[in-house]
């Protein structure tokens, strides 16, 4: 069974950082380029980190410079570091492959509020 999970959001003030994990079961993983999604209230899901198997990365123009995307195959786990977060920043945060790929079953997301 295909599971993604997600966890290391919360609330942070502005300027501050998070580091995200997305661990994944059932799949190998490292055959598999990956992605960080988001999603805010009233908006639709966007991609805004992706990095490949063999380790390249792309970044959405709004998170470029702040985010670093990197992955662990041997724990089978994706990573968002995040720094200088801005409100804008706020969403529910997804891993699952990246943009382009047959989607896996999507997790239950981790919360990340950016407030002051």
């Known amino acids: 069974q295909v599971r993604l999970v997600e966890s290391g959001g919360g609330l942070v003030r502005p300027g501050g950082s998070l580091r995200l994990s997305c661990t994944a079961s059932g799949i190998i993983f490292s055959i598999n380029p990956m992605g960080w999604y988001r999603q805010a209230p009233g908006k639709q899901r966007e991609l805004v980190a992706a990095i490949a198997t063999y380790g390249s990365t792309n970044y959405a123009n709004s998170v470029k410079g702040r985010f670093t995307i990197s992955r662990d195959n041997a724990k089978n786990t994706v990573y968002l570091q995040m720094n200088s977060l801005k409100p804008e920043d706020t969403a529910v945060y997804y891993c699952?492959?990246?943009?382009?790929?047959?989607?896996?079953?999507w997790g239950q997301g981790t919360q990340v509020t950016v407030s002051s």
């Open positions: 699952n492959k990246d943009r382009g790929f047959s989607p896996l079953n």
